[in-house]
């Protein structure tokens, strides 16, 4: 109701600033118009005058009389007509009581008289109304021998301009009730609109994070409005889910070590009187399932972190940051007696997300050096790719097959219960691509070893 009244009160006031003025303009117009039309006629019958007020005859004056007279009862305007001493020679009153009577003192006969043409409104006590009037002088030569003054009521401009007042009121009721059904109609569908989104969001923080709003209909700024609301709700949606996954893997996953500390911290409690040296072994047992744990934790965090990622993607040199790693491992690839080495262009320029290309190599090379045997090679590797730019990491391990290459990216997932780590590296190599639009995989090698491949787009 507020936005229809305040759609009414805004046309009102429009039309109000435009109508009045009007209004105004249109009085003033009909009463020039009028005396426009006056004072015509009365020079016209300043010429009809001429001959009566100079050579003045008992058969002229009657002449001007009926001429008078017809003038009044054709148009309504009541004609005076004196000599030059003021006196009223002619009327077009029916009983011409006025005949005779002296006009010298009236301002707008002065005015004539003194060869001056005079318009204006005057009110008339004898006729008890406002009046128009044009009064004229009537020459002979350059003698001025008398005036012609002929007066209007002024009710009936006022009336003429009334009746057109009342169209312009009609047009504008016409107008304001108009705006007030558009404005109730789109008022309507706007409250509508509001309204399914209201019922969306309510439906939100009943916790329902299926719903979504309709993105389809209504004006732009509520479409608009409804597509932020599906991306807040869909972010929302996968928040939670995220939550809820990092909640059930780490509840799954640390079940089991937990109850091996718990029991090997319980035999350790047992044997401590009995076998120092049994306790002990438990107790470094328990130790490693204590370590083993806190990487759990860690590799879930980072996963966690990789998956909720939205930070913006940013220009880096691949060759550049693949060249610091390798010197990085390098000290830890020599205790294991495996030889790493880089092969990349002098610049290599990619988009990603901010540390993604680091732990991607990072975690590329720790599962190459826990694999690779001894005397062998790692090669880290920076090429150009049909799709981007290619950073691979290949060894000389064992290998996998093209089935276990496709679910090494799944959480959890060990080649073999041997095979050291959480089974989160490769996790969250994917997340940290997926992050950064690139895309990742693994490749068996023959005769042996595997290569670890992301490509990233190139930077432009």
């Given at each position: 109701m507020r936005f229809i009244a305040a759609i009414a009160a805004v046309t009102l006031?429009?039309?109000?600033?435009?109508?009045?003025?009007?209004?105004?303009?249109?009085?003033?117009?009909?009463?020039?118009?009028?005396?426009?039309?006056l004072q015509r006629d009365a020079l016209v019958l300043a010429g009809r005058s001429q001959t009566a007020l100079w050579?003045?005859?008992?058969?002229?004056?009657?002449?001007?009389?009926?001429?008078?007279?017809?003038?009044?009862?054709?148009?309504?305007?009541?004609?005076?007509?004196?000599?030059?001493?003021?006196?009223?020679?002619v009327t077009s009153d029916d009983d011409q009581a006025t005949v005779g009577e002296d006009y010298?003192?009236?301002?707008?006969?002065q005015a004539a008289l003194a060869g001056s043409i005079a318009t204006g409104t005057r009110f008339s006590s004898v006729l008890n109304q406002s009046l128009l009037y044009v009064t004229v002088p009537v020459f002979n030569g350059a003698n001025t021998i008398?005036?012609?003054?002929?007066?209007?009521?002024?009710?009936?401009?006022?009336?003429?301009?009334?009746?057109?007042?009342?169209?312009?009121?009609?047009?504008?009721?016409?107008?304001?009730?108009?705006?007030?059904?558009?404005g109730t109609i789109f008022a309507r569908g706007l409250t509508r609109r509001l309204n399914a989104l209201e019922v969306a969001t309510e439906a939100l923080a009943d916790g329902d994070l299926s719903v979504r709003a309709d993105t389809r209909h209504g004006p732009p700024e509520l479409r608009s409005l409804a597509r932020t609301f599906n991306t807040m709700t869909a972010r929302l949606q996968a928040l939670i889910n995220l939550q809820n996954g990092f909640a059930s893997d780490a509840s799954h996953q640390l079940r089991t070590p937990l109850t091996a500390l718990r029991l090997r911290?319980?035999?350790?409690s047992d044997l401590i009187a009995t076998d120092p040296q049994g306790a002990a072994e438990r107790l470094i047992a328990a130790e490693r399932e204590a370590d083993r744990m806190s990487d759990l934790i860690e590799g879930l965090l980072q996963l966690s972190r990789a998956e909720s990622s939205s930070v913006a993607q940013t220009t880096v040199d691949?060759?550049?940051?693949?060249?610091?790693?390798?010197?990085?491992?390098?000290?830890?690839?020599?205790?294991?007696?495996?030889?790493?080495?880089?092969?990349?262009?002098s610049s290599a320029r990619i988009t990603a997300v901010p540390t993604a290309v680091e732990q991607i190599i990072d975690n590329f090379i720790d599962n190459a050096l826990s694999v690779s045997p001894a005397k062998s090679l790692i090669i880290v590797r920076v090429a150009p790719d049909r799709d981007g730019i290619a950073l691979s990491v290949l060894d000389e391990g064992p290998g996998l097959s093209s089935e276990e290459c496709l679910r090494a990216f799944d959480r959890f997932w060990r080649a073999s219960s041997e095979t050291p780590g959480t089974g989160l590296g490769l996790a969250i190599v994917r997340q940290l691509a997926i992050a950064s639009q690139a895309h990742a995989e693994l490749i068996p090698r023959s005769p042996r070893g595997l290569e670890a491949r992301v490509v990233f787009q190139t930077a432009r």
């Open positions: 006031l429009v039309l109000l600033v435009q109508d009045v003025p009007l209004a105004f303009y249109m009085h003033q117009n009909e009463q020039n118009k009028i005396t426009g039309t050579s003045p005859s008992s058969a002229s004056t009657e002449q001007l009389s009926t001429l008078a007279a017809d003038y009044h009862n054709s148009g309504g305007a009541r004609v005076v007509i004196v000599n030059a001493s003021g006196t009223a020679i010298s003192t009236r301002p707008e006969i008398g005036a012609v003054r002929l007066t209007y009521p002024e009710d009936i401009v006022t009336n003429a301009v009334n009746a057109q007042v009342w169209v312009l009121g009609l047009v504008a009721l016409t107008t304001l009730l108009l705006a007030a059904i558009a911290l319980e035999r350790a691949l060759a550049e940051i693949a060249n610091a790693r390798v010197e990085h491992w390098q000290p830890l690839a020599d205790e294991h007696g495996v030889m790493i080495r880089c092969e990349a262009p």
